[in-house]
Every structure is written in C-alpha cells, then in structure tokens.
C-alpha cells in the first residue's frame, strides 16, 4: 500500500445505503463521501446487496463468517440445555463471540492489507474484541452508547440490559480513540463510565450538501404537510411525533402528518402499542 495515503476501513451494519436506510450506514457513507485523495475508505460488511453500485473498496465479510453458520446453529440448540451450568454457557457465549470477530478482522487483513485506521460502532462492545487481535488502531463511533438509549426505550430492566452496557464502556475504555456526533453525547459518556476521555474528538455526523435549487422552500398555497422520516419507537420519538401533531391538528384542521418508517411500536405503561393502536388509543 501507499504510505502516503490513509487507508480508513470501517464496520457497516450493510451497504450500500441504498439497501440499508440504517443511521450507522448513513453516517459512513456520507462521512466517506467527504473524503480527499489522500484518504482511501474501505467498507467491511457481512450484508451486502448485490447491487452494490459504490465506488469504494468493499470487503464481503461473509466469505470469512458464513461457513460457520451451521457449527454455531448447532452449538447454540446444545446451549440451551437447561441443565448446563450459566458460567459455562457464558464462556461459550464469550468464545464465540471472540471468534467472530477474530474472522472479521482476518477477513480485513486478508482482503485490505495494511488498513491504518478500524472503524467499528459501539453496539455491545464490538471494539474490545477487534483491540485484542492488535495491529490496526480501533476508533469507537459513539452512536448511541446503550446506557442513554435502552432507559429511554424502557429496556433498562431487561435481561442483558447491564451486560451490554459494561461490554461497551469495556471497548471504549479499550479503544485507541473515539469519536462521538455531539459533545453531549461524549461527556455523557465521560461522566457515566468516569474516564477522561483524552483520544476523543466530536465529529458531527455529516450530510451531503444539496443545491439551492433543490432546497426546500415555503410555499403558502401548497398543502401543509408535516413530514416524520424514522421509526415508529420510543428510541426516535414516533410517539412524541403523533402528540405533536395533535395539538397542531387541533386549530389547523388543514395540516397533514406523513409518517415514512418501520412500524416497531411503542411501550406505554408496559402495553405495546403498533402505530394504528396508538392514534385508536390516544389521538382523537
């Protein structure tokens, strides 16, 4: 490889974007957009569409992950033996989740070479298994540490919630550096797990620029429409969306709400509610 160029690898749930409307996805392929020449972006994922149309360097990840899927299908039946002590199954679970990903950075290796910089999310502690392969400095993407986010979609009391969020102040603590959207979300991090923090930088999460003509702009004889692009959940705010536009809806009986998103309900006194059950139940 050309020491003079950066070569940045990074973990993506999926791509291309197109795809995947995933955040984490958009972030990279918005953030690697913005690239100069002396930065080369490498993409590593285990779900790529065929119809991969990127101009980036892509890394199948599932040449290097799939063939163990019917070991592990057949280890995990063997695991739910109810009669298997829980230290055992929990040094299975460890192991297999370190060699998971013992695959994906020998897949990365294999595939890239010598890549300068590994890009991974925070989600349950994915860096700490790629730092002790060593050899490539790992950067945490601070996406959304579990710790905010389980609390605020009630999840905060289930099983795993703790685990998760110990695993992923373990692989930030562990990382060579991190970056996080917002200097919030970052001291949250600091205050929450007591570390300093010192190799963190806030990167805010990038969008494409969009020319003036294509800009949006007001029109007051065009139908007043509220557009909300996300998921119908507590974690994106479905439900406070719906309220909102109740009290807009109540003296503007114009206005119309459209809702782009997948429908995975919301908790509310612990019953779940799709979207059409929550306008039945608390929108008139």
């Excluded at 298997?84 to 998971?100: G, L, R, S, T």
């Excluded at 400095?137 to 609390?151: E, N, V």
């Amino acid at each position: 490889m050309n020491k003079n160029i950066l070569y940045v690898c990074y973990i993506s749930p999926g791509w291309p974007l197109s795809a995947f409307p995933n955040g984490i996805v958009t972030y990279i392929q918005n953030i690697v957009s913005g690239f100069d020449s002396i930065v080369i972006p490498i993409i590593a994922t285990n779900k790529l569409c065929s119809e991969n149309l990127s101009n980036y360097k892509i890394i199948d990840l599932t040449d290097f992950i799939g063939n163990r899927k019917v070991f592990l299908r057949v280890c995990n039946k063997i695991f739910r033996v109810k009669l298997i002590p829980k230290n055992i199954k929990d040094w299975y679970k460890d192991c297999q989740v370190k060699n998971y990903y013992t695959a994906i950075f020998k897949g990365i290796n294999t595939v890239a070479g010598n890549v300068d910089i590994l890009e991974v999310e925070e989600s349950f502690g994915k860096a700490k298994y790629l730092v002790r392969e060593g050899g490539i400095p790992i950067i945490t993407r601070l996406h959304g540490p579990w710790f905010i986010h389980g609390p605020i979609m009630n999840l905060d009391t289930e099983n795993g919630y703790s685990a998760r969020v110990e695993a992923e102040g373990e692989a930030i603590r562990l990382s060579d550096g991190v970056t996080a959207p917002s200097l919030d979300v970052l001291n949250r991090v600091r205050e929450f797990y007591g570390i300093s923090l010192s190799n963190a930088q806030v990167i805010p999460n990038p969008v494409p620029a969009v020319l003036q003509e294509n800009q949006w702009q007001y029109k007051a004889d065009e139908k007043q429409t509220i557009l909300v692009v996300g998921r119908f959940d507590l974690h994106k705010g479905g439900d406070l969306a719906l309220d909102a536009f109740r009290i807009v809806a109540s003296s503007n009986y114009d206005v119309e709400l459209l809702f782009v998103g997948p429908d995975r309900g919301v908790l509310v006194d612990s019953v779940s509610y799709s979207f059409n059950e929550y306008l039945d139940a608390f929108i008139s």
